[in-house]
Nanobody, 122 residues
Framework: QLQASGGGLVQPGGSLRLACAGS????????VAWFRQAPGKEREFVTS????????DYADSVKGRFTISRDNAKATVYLQMNSLKPEDTAVYYC?????????????????WGQGTLVTVSS
């Protein structure tokens, strides 16, 4: 099971930190990704991190603003989001799967958490 949290309302330019907690050994050996889905749009890849945390990948739209990290002892993956823009508004989902190179499609992931809503608005 994956549990995403940390969403909320933030002004443009602000920051939020999302967390994705795994239970029952869900994270063991798995890569974790964040996706997001805005109203009326398809779910899109945001970022991913390998089990050991040494390999990360970011969508061009968030590079330099978002940072993914993980604490395997706590079975938690974090998404630090800085310099938020209105176009970052979406429901954010975390997902897990065994690592594969260039896994940026929702179908590449087997385990999903519920989403957490991020709204960037003044």
């Amino acid at each position: 099971q994956l549990q995403a949290s940390g969403g909320g309302l933030v002004q443009p330019g602000g920051s939020l930190r999302l967390a994705c907690a795994g239970s029952g050994g869900t994270f063991s050996g798995l890569a974790v990704a964040w996706f997001r889905q805005a109203p009326g749009k398809e779910r899109e890849f945001v970022t991913s991190i390998s089990w050991g945390g040494t390999i990360t990948d970011y969508a061009d739209s968030v590079k330099g603003r978002f940072t993914i990290s993980r604490d395997n002892a706590k079975a938690t993956v974090y998404l630090q989001m800085n310099s938020l823009k209105p176009e970052d508004t979406a429901v954010y989902y975390c997902a897990a799967a065994y690592y594969r190179n260039n896994a940026v499609q929702p179908s590449d992931y087997d385990i999903w958490g519920q989403g957490t809503l991020v709204t960037v608005s003044s």
